[in-house]
């Protein structure tokens, strides 16, 4: 869409093109350097614009992260698409399959691993993080696995889920970063599915 | 005992000044080049002192590690007590007692923390930190549960392993985060056993 904007003739100095600019270095900078470095300032060199008119678009910083995480399509609803077809036995493998096709496209995972840095050093998003995933992706996915103790199993699918994402995408631990997704599947699956449907001993 | 060597009398002038030149230059070299490519031999030289004394105050490498990322225990010894104790089928469930002991007491964990937080938004620290737990750490357990795949089965713990505790204790997400040590224990030790000895299929 940046390519089709540029090819534009006739805009003015400063619209929608810039916007999408800024956007496009704003989350860039949130991904490679995280929440707390990001500035204003740092984005608004990347996108080759004024200060003042990252400011006027956006407000502030957090603004502008919320605009910048926009992600390509709504996770809560694939979510829905994944958990609405077929058996919970076979939820946990289905969701890592799904999770790699996603995350394994750098373009498409750059909004969340900058979420994910941002909550490692940030209170505030790593509230809006879990929340979000409670709410919107993992609790969805619990409630159709219908086990019992689901709050618990949230969290510990939650576990899973990012140390993965971290692993894999962030701290790059080979063999895990460039393992083919069949192989990371068929480890990983197996422990979403306990944590899904398996027994779980709460202590009294 | 490092106290010990500090508490001695009669020592030359300058000698504690040199130890804590020691740790500073160590703390450094293992931010900026990585825990396998430091060195004593770099480090002393970075502190202006004799490799000597590095050995003298520190003995290994690893020890050096723990002592200027002040490290509560050394990680590296109490994991050889416990996998060098009993049979490989009980190791995830003994390694997840192991790690909640440790960790649900805050002085201990929070340099654990902090080195965590820091390696998610520097790549250095995140390469010393995957380093530190290839070699010293995971790897030992891994080796001693004497699966197939061995360096796959390291970046899986450390997938779980980190998992939880960014969950448990970073992001607090409860109800993990508050979840007793046996709730916590009984759901997790099954995941490590199956990344330490369980079947893992490698596709082609």
């Known amino acids: 869409m940046t390519q089709e904007v540029g090819r534009r003739t006739g805009r003015r100095p400063g619209s929608s093109g810039a916007r999408e600019q800024i956007l496009a270095a704003a989350k860039r900078s949130f991904a490679e350097t995280g929440y ?3 500035t204003i300032r740092g984005v608004a060199r990347a ?3 004024d200060p003042a008119l ?3 678009y956006f407000g502030t910083k957090r603004q502008l992260f919320v605009d910048a ?4 399509a709504n996770p809560a609803e694939l979510i829905e698409g994944l958990v609405a077809t077929g058996d919970p036995e076979d939820l946990g493998e289905r969701m890592i399959r799904f999770m790699l096709k996603v995350w394994d496209d750098e373009e498409n995972r750059a909004p969340l ?3 994910v840095r941002t909550a490692m050093s940030d209170d505030h998003a790593a509230i809006m993080v879990r929340e979000f995933a409670k709410t919107e992706i993992l609790g969805q996915i619990v409630k ?3 086990g019992d103790n689901q709050e618990l199993r949230v969290t510990l699918l939650a576990s899973q889920v990012f140390g993965l994402l971290i692993m894999r995408y962030i701290i790059k631990f080979e063999p895990l970063a460039s393992a083919d997704a069949e192989t990371v599947a068929r480890a ?4 979403f599915q306990r944590y899904l449907t398996g027994p ?3 202590a009294e």
């Open 144 to 146: 159709a696995a219908r």
């Open 200 to 202: 779980l001993e709460v």
């Open 113 to 115: 691993v900058a979420i």
């Open 188 to 191: 990983i699956g197996p422990t």
């Open 36 to 38: 707390e470095r990001t």
């Open 54 to 56: 990252v400011h006027h």
């Open 69 to 72: 995480m926009e992600l390509p």
């Open 47 to 49: 996108a080759g614009v």
